[in-house]
């Protein structure tokens, strides 16, 4: 089974913190996604990234950064973190369409970020 | 651009009853449809997808979707519900080469006995 692992469940931070969020996945996935999950509105992709230092702005990419130095790893980074960035945010990893299945996005369980 | 649209935000059945979450997307080139499920503080998990051929699919859980090319609809049912299935549904459509989802807002199914 593929897993996909976020590092913390639960995080609060402090306005004006440099926020790091890590996600691995185990399944040699060459895509990872970034989303942030807000009621009523869905999950909008932050980033993603289709290889090992490549990276594409999502729809919402303002004030978020992100890395991928290893294929197994994306992470997330809030430069400073604000109170209009407490969500719910999810990774997801994909085999790139056509080498393997069709693309479909596996999830970690997420991780529920509150700015104070 | 794609587009997905979930009519319901919230869908109350009762236990055993029949229940369809109704999608719809628009797209002008092939696409792939897919129905996530997310529990409660838990991450989205693969319910079915649409890839190609026979216009209905069927998932896990008992769920089925059925296809609608003419209609660009992807609706999931399931004809008789647990308390268990009470979760937030997402349906979402990837276009033939891209990689990225798009996602509807999400439809909460509401489950009581």
């Known amino acids: 089974d593929v897993k996909v692992t976020q590092s913390s469940r639960y995080l609060v931070k402090r306005t004006g913190e440099k926020v790091f ?14 989303y942030r999950q807000d009621p009523g509105l869905g999950l909008r992709l932050i980033y993603f990234s289709y290889d090992v230092k ?55 369980p997420g991780t529920r970020l509150t700015v104070t | 651009a794609q587009s997905v649209t979930q009519l319901d935000s919230q869908v109350p059945v009762f236990e055993e009853a029949p229940v369809e979450l109704r999608c719809n997307y628009s797209s002008s080139v092939s696409v792939y449809l897919f129905w996530y499920v ?16 026979s ?43 891209y990689s990225t989802l798009t996602f509807g807002k999400g439809t909460m199914l509401l489950v009581s006995p």
């Open chain 2, 38 to 53: 997310q529990y409660p503080n838990q991450g989205l998990q693969l319910l079915l997808k649409y890839l190609s051929g």
């Open chain 2, 55 to 97: 216009t209905l699919v069927k998932g896990i859980n008992g769920f089925e979707a059925e296809f609608n090319k003419s209609q660009t609809s992807f609706h999931l049912r399931k004809p008789s519900v647990h308390i268990s299935d009470t979760a937030e549904y997402f349906c979402a459509v990837r276009l033939s080469g």
């Open chain 1, 54 to 108: 490549m990276k594409e702005k999502g729809d919402i990419p303002e004030g978020y950064s992100v890395s991928r130095e290893k294929k197994e790893r994306f992470s997330l980074i809030l430069e400073s973190a604000s109170t209009n960035q407490t969500s719910m945010y999810l990774c997801a990893s994909s085999p790139h369409p056509g080498l393997a299945g069709v693309g479909e996005q596996y999830f970690g």
């Open chain 1, 21 to 34: 969020l890590e996600c691995v996945q185990d399944m040699d996935h060459e895509n990872m996604f970034w």
